[in-house]
């Protein structure tokens, strides 16, 4: 059974490689600030941006939080663009070499803030809620079957800065094992808070899954390690959203430390809360929004309509 969802994540996963990239308007690619491309002029953003939120998977929160922002603030012709967490960075890095105008649907923690100079449009009527946390999940009965791994995954709490590190190292073309394994060679002590007292165990199988975003990627690779610190074998699957859930709660895959709640996972704690065990956030401070390169003179969602 297992083979079958990863199959399946897999097919949807290879559908977030096909995306539409439009961020300009193909009749005025002026940047000079007086065609408004660049988002300067009052009278222009719609235009300059083809009434474009560049969005990524479909099943994420803040795709369906970006849908819901169109309707609450009156976008009239905006299209939230449904790509993948690669597909709008790539657009991004594009539209800003090019200083171009673009507002896709972001999150931190992601290397892209650090990399590019960005800000989130304010969201006056709260749509895309307060600050985020990411917890950590578990399928029923794994407490029962392998005490020291929950014992583990329970433990394991970092920082957005600690995050940031495996991301960065990721983003500059590092194998994203090896990345994870710099920083767990480089922060024992933290590594040894999360393992303190858990008995080693001889070669137990466990699987975790997770969604293929920047942040899920360092997490689960770096829990990886830790679990095999242990005495665990660990399989690691990039499964699109809903797939990732369903996985845990059918028993297909034993955890994820890749849930962000209360808004990006939202739909899915809805649908699987019971059939799931929460063991609370290893990041705090999360946070989702509409991010636009910081030289658009727009500051507010509300700016889109102009």
């Known amino acids: 059974m297992k083979k079958n969802w990863k199959r399946a994540g897999l097919a949807v996963g290879l559908s977030f490689s096909l995306f539409l990239a439009a961020c300009g308007n193909d009749d005025d690619t002026s940047t000079d600030g007086e065609s408004g491309d660049n988002g300067d002029s009052s009278t222009a953003?719609?235009?300059?941006?083809?009434?474009?939120?560049t969005g990524i998977d479909a099943g994420a929160g803040v795709v369906a939080r970006a849908q819901e922002a169109v309707e609450t603030y009156n976008l009239e012709g905006y299209e939230v663009q449904v790509s993948s967490s690669a597909a709008m960075t790539s657009a991004l890095a594009t539209a800003i070499e090019n200083e171009e105008p673009?507002?896709?649907?972001?999150?931190?923690?992601h290397w892209k803030f650090a990399e590019f100079d960005l800000k989130y449009l304010e969201d006056p009527e709260?749509?895309?809620?307060?600050?985020?946390?990411?917890?950590?999940?578990?399928?029923?009965?794994?407490?029962?079957?392998?005490?020291e791994a929950v014992e583990v995954l329970g433990n394991f709490f970092w920082t957005e800065?600690?995050?940031?590190?495996?991301?960065?190292?990721?983003?500059?073309?590092?194998d994203p094992a090896v990345a994870a394994e710099d920083w767990f060679d480089a922060n024992q002590d933290k590594v040894a808070e999360w393992t303190d007292g858990v008995a080693t165990v001889d070669g137990d199988s466990i699987s975790l899954a997770f969604v293929a975003w920047d942040s899920e990627i360092a997490s689960t690779n770096l829990m990886k390690l830790v679990l095999e610190s242990v005495g665990y074998e660990v399989d690691i699957s990039a499964l699109e959203n809903s797939f990732m859930w369903e996985a845990i709660a059918s028993n297909e895959a034993d955890a994820m430390v890749a849930a962000w709640l209360p808004?990006?996972?939202?739909?899915?704690?809805?649908?699987?809360?019971?059939?799931?065990?929460?063991?609370?956030?290893?990041?705090?401070?999360?946070?989702?929004?509409?991010?636009?390169?910081?030289?658009?003179?727009?500051?507010?969602?509300?700016?889109?309509?102009?």
């Open 45 to 53: 953003v719609a235009e300059s941006l083809d009434y474009t939120i």
């Open 126 to 147: 709260g749509v895309f809620g307060e600050a985020e946390d990411i917890h950590t999940i578990t399928r029923l009965g794994l407490e029962e079957d392998m005490p």
């Open 161 to 174: 800065d600690d995050m940031a590190i495996i991301m960065n190292d990721i983003n500059n073309g590092a």
């Open 263 to 306: 808004v990006t996972h939202a739909t899915q704690w809805e649908q699987f809360e019971d059939r799931v065990v929460d063991l609370g956030p290893n990041l705090e401070g999360a946070a989702i929004g509409l991010v636009v390169p910081e030289y658009m003179d727009i500051t507010s969602i509300e700016d889109l309509n102009n």
């Open 102 to 109: 673009i507002v896709v649907t972001g999150w931190n923690p």
